[in-house]
C-alpha cells in the first residue's frame, strides 16, 4: 500500500517541543520534495514547510520560521519536523504530503500533492 504515515504528536505544554515523523510506505521519498501541512481547528489547511530533494533547500511559513526545521533521512525514507518553542496556535492536525509532477524535486510556491497520510494531533496547551 502507497501510503505515507505520520507520527509524533501529542500534547505538549507551551514553550515545549516535538518531532513528528513522515514515513513513505510501499515507495521511495527521496525523488521528491515534501511539505508538512497543519489544519488547526476551524480553519483551512496550511503548508508550513517544505524541503526539497537534496535536503539542501527548505522553505518555512512565517507563522513557524526560526522554531521548526525540516529534515530528512533517506536512508530511513522518512521526512521530520521539529518543532520547538510550542504554542497553543501550532495546535492542529499536521499532515505530510510528497510532491508530484514536473517540478517534483522542488519547493516552488505553487504544488501537487499526492500520498497524504492520516495525519498527527498536536495539542499545545497547560
Known amino acids: 500500500q502507497l501510503q505515507l504515515v505520520e507520527s509524533g504528536g501529542g500534547l505538549v505544554q507551551p514553550g515545549g517541543s516535538l518531532r513528528l515523523s513522515c514515513a513513505a510506505s510501499?515507495?521511495?521519498?527521496?525523488?521528491?520534495?515534501v511539505d508538512w501541512f497543519r489544519q488547526a481547528p476551524g480553519k483551512e489547511r496550511e503548508e508550513i514547510s517544505c524541503?526539497?530533494?537534496?535536503?539542501?533547500?527548505?522553505t518555512y511559513a512565517d507563522s513557524v520560521k526560526g522554531r521548526f526545521t525540516i529534515s530528512r533521512d533517506d536512508a530511513k525514507n522518512t521526512v521530520y519536523l521539529q518543532m520547538n518553542s510550542l504554542k497553543p496556535e501550532d495546535t492542529g492536525v499536521y499532515y505530510c504530503?510528497?510532491?508530484?509532477?514536473?517540478?517534483?524535486?522542488?519547493?516552488?510556491?505553487?504544488?501537487?500533492?499526492?500520498?497524504w497520510g492520516q495525519g498527527t494531533r498536536v495539542t499545545v496547551s497547560s
Open positions: 504530503a510528497k510532491r508530484i509532477g514536473v517540478f517534483q524535486e522542488a519547493c516552488l510556491p505553487e504544488g501537487s500533492y499526492a500520498n
Open positions: 510501499g515507495f521511495t521519498l527521496y525523488t521528491h520534495a
Open positions: 524541503i526539497d530533494k537534496s535536503g539542501r533547500r527548505t
